[in-house]
């Protein structure tokens, strides 16, 4: 038993979620944040702090932290905090996370290609009629933001048909795939996007892209005359007001969006009430803690073992 500790400040609220941690972990001294009795301790021991949207502040208050580790993939909300420490931050990247984005992807792809909120309407009605069915091969689909999630996802869908473009900031190669990247490829990746799935992160350079120039900018002469737009990036890259209106006067066919500008998604927000739009409540691939606590207990074995950290953020660029 040494006298370091792990800091946990996850999005669980309940003290039991700090079980996987202690299992896989069980040389380190945790303290939970979740635990109110817990917020008195000193966190001169801290080595380790797990985080989601910690508390603005409180890693600096642990003078001997030396890895930031995300509960998420994404890191957005760590650089909220305006005295983030100078630290290496490690992201969740696991196929515990990785395959239920694939799934998501590919269920809100085909739930709008084969038309099945239509479907469902016509049920509710007992209609019994034909839609037109264009296959998979004739939807081109954009992935903007081509990394770990995007090409699982591309992966994926490519064996169903579909053509594959993805764009990024840097030029990759994946089979099967076209590769756009940098802001002056985007015009060329969009003008072939009937579908369009956005995993990227939220940075300065990607807030608000998801806006009306945007969208006038996708594929028109696709099966449905109009584009879909999906994304389980962030809601800091979408421009909700646009994307509503969009959906309301056909210049989208149809959306699914997993998150949103704030979350929970306000009772207020007109969103809730556009009809060729999918809600989820950023849901679309949710951190499991039993595969989190290993992937953490991995990174921090090869921490002390002197070995690289994996999967680490770059500051500079924000993901
Ligand atoms: P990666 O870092 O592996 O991939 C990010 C991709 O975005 C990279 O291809 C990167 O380009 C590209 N990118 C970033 N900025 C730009 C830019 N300005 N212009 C063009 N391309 C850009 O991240 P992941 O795939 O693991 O995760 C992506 C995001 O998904 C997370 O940041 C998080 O926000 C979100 N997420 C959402 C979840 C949910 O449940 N809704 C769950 C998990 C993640 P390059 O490769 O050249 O660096
Ligand atoms: C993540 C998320 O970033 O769940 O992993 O949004």
């Not at 933001?145 to 995007?150: A, H, R, T, V």
């Not at 809600?279 to 992937?295: G, K, N």
Request: glycine share 8%; with cysteine; hydrophobic share 40%.
């Amino acid at each position: 038993m040494t006298n370091s500790s792990i800091l946990l400040d996850m999005k669980w609220d309940n003290l039991k979620s700090a079980e996987p941690f202690i299992t896989a972990l069980p040389h380190l001294h945790h303290i939970n944040w979740a635990d109110k009795k817990q917020k008195q301790t000193d966190l001169d021991t801290v080595k380790y702090a797990l985080v989601w949207k910690p508390e603005p502040g409180l890693l600096a208050r642990c003078p001997n932290l030396e890895v930031i580790f995300s509960v998420g993939a994404g890191v957005d909300h760590i650089f909220r905090d305006p005295e983030l420490p100078d630290l290496p931050i490690v992201r969740f990247v696991d196929p515990n996370l990785t395959g239920p984005m694939v799934e998501w992807v590919v269920l809100q792809v085909l739930f709008h290609i084969r038309q099945q909120r239509q479907y469902g309407a016509m049920q509710q009605k007992k209609e019994w009629r034909e839609l037109p069915q264009p296959p998979a091969t004739r939807f081109r689909i954009g992935i903007m933001g081509f990394g770990e999630l995007g090409q699982a996802s591309a992966k994926a869908l490519l064996p169903l048909g579909f053509q594959i473009c993805g764009w990024s900031q840097s030029p990759k190669q994946v089979d099967g795939v076209t590769s756009f990247h940098g802001a002056g490829q985007l015009d060329e990746f969009l003008g072939q996007s009937d579908i369009l799935v956005s995993l990227l992160p939220l940075t300065e350079q990607t807030r608000g892209v998801l806006n009306a120039s945007l969208i006038d900018r996708l594929a028109r002469d696709g099966p449905f005359g109009a584009a879909i737009l999906i994304n389980a990036g962030r809601g800091g890259s979408q421009v909700e007001e646009d994307i509503a209106k969009a959906l309301n006067d056909g210049r989208l066919h149809g959306a699914s969006l997993d998150v949103f500008e704030t979350e929970p998604l306000p009772q207020s927000s007109p969103l809730w009430g556009v009809e060729n739009l999918v809600i989820t409540p950023h849901a679309a691939a949710i951190s499991d803690p039993d595969a989190l606590a290993t992937h953490v207990a991995n990174q921090i074995r090869r921490y002390d073992s002197g070995q690289s950290l994996e999967h680490l953020v770059d500051r500079t660029r924000g993901y």
